[in-house]
């Protein structure tokens, strides 16, 4: 069975920006539907963008404008670049395709 790891957290001040990434191991393939989620402190989790095996991308109203999510299927690699980053997008971000998902990367945003 595959697994996803993500990596790229840590902490950063409102107007920052940071990198996520994750990669496919074993027999998953980031070429197929993938997907990034958060869990944020208080709140239900939220998934904040995907992208389709043909390369069509969604995002949610909370992050669109701001997150790119891409893949370089090369490195079996999907990334989240984040860009003005505010304290709501503090949470627990994990990357999925299907019924497997990684075990998360925090990200915190606080001056």
């Known amino acids: 069975q595959g697994q996803l790891v993500e990596s790229g957290g840590g902490f950063v001040q409102p107007g920052g920006t940071m990198r996520l990434s994750c990669t496919g191991f074993g027999s998953i393939f980031t070429v197929q539907y993938m997907e990034w989620c958060r869990q944020s402190p208080g709140k239900q989790r939220e998934c904040i963008a995907d992208?389709?095996?043909?390369?069509?991308?969604n995002y949610s109203g909370s992050v669109k404008g701001r997150f790119t999510i891409s893949r370089d299927n090369a490195k079996n690699t999907i990334y989240l670049q984040m860009n003005d980053l505010k304290v709501d997008d503090t949470g627990v971000y994990y990357c999925?395709?299907?019924?497997?998902w990684g075990q998360g990367t925090q990200v915190t945003v606080s001056s």
């Open positions: 992208i389709a095996p043909d390369g069509t991308i």
């Open positions: 999925g395709s299907g019924a497997i």
